[in-house]
């Protein structure tokens, strides 16, 4: 069973084994080689299931983030930042019990400030604040403003999942002691790993979770999962990628345009394929030590683990729908370039994109 259940059988999904002992290996060569072959043996069995109802990334805010963490030991530009574009995604797919509604990655911005890291940030430009805010900080929306311009309901979304939990404050959504929560019907898919890290971080893990961010929610509206899964009809997995931080896991979609994986072990596409990159440093970075990824260092919890992951995201992806040199990855975080850190935007964005048709509320109603 891939699932922990806290109360009613879960029954959306199907345990994903193509990874099972691929990092068993004692030389970590052979864990990259493993994991590479296991990536194209799940892409060629994704590729057969279904494509999902609807996809949709959109942008919600962009915040500075050290370029010296998006590039891990690559980076040689001189900008102290680099322009982070967090954003959500909408999905729907078809299951057995008609569509489901999931939104991956849907950032409370406006309630996660207090992330230690960020409050730091802030307390270091003390009244610069509002100055430094009005040039770096791009509201662009917000996760409630971006389901209304969709005219999907809070009431609609029955799933919710994080690629990981760093900033992130979920009890708006999920409720806590006092509140009900803005989501009265989404559960939260979540790593097992993941869940008891929030619930328990080091310090060098916890400047990067917001506190409170999971106090209080109920635990009916969690399931917490053992391995990686397909959900539905198969045309969406949630695939462990353990590195960024333990419990990590990528959000898998097929699309008309690919196989689109999502996670933030990397910051950009060129992240992912820095052979190709005109970031200061990268190429030459890949050229001198052949790493073939490079990592988004901010907590280091693994990393060879994170450079394991990150070659798997981009086997499973394939080449990317808008130029083949780099990998159909959709990073949930993407570096954007920004005129104040010059040289750092990347190479190839995939930014803001949609596929398929949405199922709007009134329609899923009739449905039901
Ligand atoms: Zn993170």
Known sequence: MAVITNHAPFALTKAVHHFDGTRDAARPMDRVEAVRRAGEAFRNDMLKNPTVQFYKAMELVRVPYPSKFAYLNAYAGLAPFVHLCNKLFVIQFNTAEGIKTLLASPSDWEHQRTTPFFAHLDQKAGPLVP????????????????????????????????????????????????????????????MKEE?????????????????????????????????SVFLGDGSVALVRTKG??????????????????????????????????????????????GAEVIINGN?????????????????????????ARFPNVMPSSESAGHWL?????PTLRMGEFHSGQLISTPELKKAA
Request: aromatic fraction near 8%; glycine fraction near 8%; proline fraction near 7%.
């Open 244 to 289: 960024h931080t333990e419990g990590n896991h990528s959000i898998v979609v097929n699309t008309p345009q690919g196989i689109l994986v999502t996670s933030e072990n990397g910051v950009s596409l060129d992240a992912y394929a820095p052979a190709h990159s005109r970031i200061p440093g990268l190429a030459d970075y890949a050229a001198r030590t």
């Open 299 to 323: 907590t280091q919890e693994y990393v060879v683990d994170q450079y394991i992951s990150m070659v798997q995201e981009k086997a499973m992806a394939g080449p990317c729908f808008l130029d």
């Open 341 to 345: 850190f010059p040289g750092t935007a």
């Open 131 to 190: 100055v430094m805010e009005a040039l770096v900080l791009r509201k662009t929306n917000t996760v409630l403003g971006a389901l209304a311009s969709l005219g999907l309901q809070p009431e609609q979304v029955d799933y919710i999942t994080y690629d990981h939990l760093h900033t992130q404050n979920l009890t708006r959504w999920l409720g806590s002691l006092h509140e009900p929560g803005l989501f009265p019907n989404a559960k939260l898919l979540v």
């Open 195 to 227: 869940w008891a890290s929030a619930q328990g971080l080091i310090p060098w893990q916890n400047q990067w979770y917001c506190p409170g961010g999971i106090t209080g929610i109920p635990e009916s509206r969690v399931i917490q999962l053992e391995g």
